[in-house]
């Protein structure tokens, strides 16, 4: 009733034999047995997480540190990009620097040859 694999009636699996062997009971204790199909329906609305491994934990932390590392690298480059673009924009609404009334003209060759 507890893992829901099918074995013969009235008899437990070992591994849930293995589980109610941590915790005994006094011999002539009244222990009520839920009804298999009751069991089976909670079995399935709740399901318990499996137990990882120490290699699976530390695959799956690194996997985390993987994407978060570019997902930080990816947040760098749109940051240096906005910041890029609000300092073209800042220097476009200063102008010419404090003095300067004029701007510098080349003379083209057309009107040197003229």
Same mark, same amino acid.
Do not use: H
């Given at each position: ?30 222990? /009520?047995?839920?009804?298999? /199909?009751?069991?089976? /329906? ?8 499996? $137990?990882?491994?120490?290699? $699976?934990?530390?695959? &799956? ?27 073209? $924009?800042? &220097? ?17 060759? /057309?009107?040197?040859? $003229?």
């Amino acid at each position: 009733m507890k893992c829901g694999r099918e074995i013969p009636s009235g008899s437990f699996c070992d591994e849930c034999l293995a589980g109610m062997e941590k915790y005994p009971i006094k011999p002539n204790t009244v222990v /009520q047995i839920p009804n298999r /199909q009751e069991a089976i /329906q909670s079995k399935k609305t709740v399901r318990r997480r499996k $137990e990882l491994t120490e290699k $699976e934990k530390l695959i &799956r932390y690194e996997r985390r540190v993987w994407i978060l590392t570019w997902i930080n690298g990816i947040l760098a480059i749109l940051l240096a990009g906005a910041l890029v673009l609000c300092l073209m $924009e800042y &220097r476009k609404t200063l102008g010419p620097p404090t003095g300067q009334n004029y701007t510098a003209v080349t003379p083209s060759t /057309q009107a040197a040859g $003229e």
